[in-house]
């Protein structure tokens, strides 16, 4: 029971490293983007949505709470990547698609609780997450992130290096399924505050 349990966690916890950052909107570079990222219906100008490929071949860290993990991973146009159980090696064109860019993250394990006091803490974030992106023409983002029990993943866009400079929102992020190393694959929808 220990051992699925610590797969779940593993699983789960990944699922946190699936967020990514959008672009500053009103800024050149991101229509730059939009032949490489295909922006969400609604609103736009403020929306910005990327699949993401955890590559679980580049984990490493612990099971245990307040262990600390670390995971590279790989940025596609959205609705690239499929849905369910895939069988794709993320450092490839997936149908003819090339990663547009890739990210790191470093975590670290919220949960398990001790058994004793973990329904107290049902609603807890299962992991949390400082992801770095840096989009394959050398722009650099940051997002600070968790994952909720619901398997909703929610990030802060924190900053940015460049062009992407005083980038803030939001983004959440949808599993669609799993690749060939195991990890998950997503859809992250980011909501940004236009420049002030």
Partial sequence: ????T????????????VSLVGAVPGLRPLAELQ??????????DNVLTFDAAADCRTFAGGFNRGDAVIINGKIFPAGTLPSGIATFDPTQPVNGVAPIGEWVNRGQNGLPFPLAIAPSYSSAPASFGTEYFILN????????GYLLPSGLVLSSVTGGIGTFRGATGYSQGTILGTNATGCPNARVKFH????L
Avoid at 137 to 144: H, I, K, S, V
Avoid at 192 to 195: S, V
């Fill in 35 to 44: 032949t490489s990222a295909r922006a969400a219906t609604d609103d736009a």
């Fill in 6 to 17: 610590k797969i779940t966690l593993f699983t789960v916890g990944l699922a946190v490293l």
């Fill in 192 to 195: 940004l505050q236009p420049n």
């Fill in 1 to 4: 029971m220990k051992h699925i």
């Fill in 137 to 144: 023409d050398g722009r650099a983002l940051t997002t600070e």
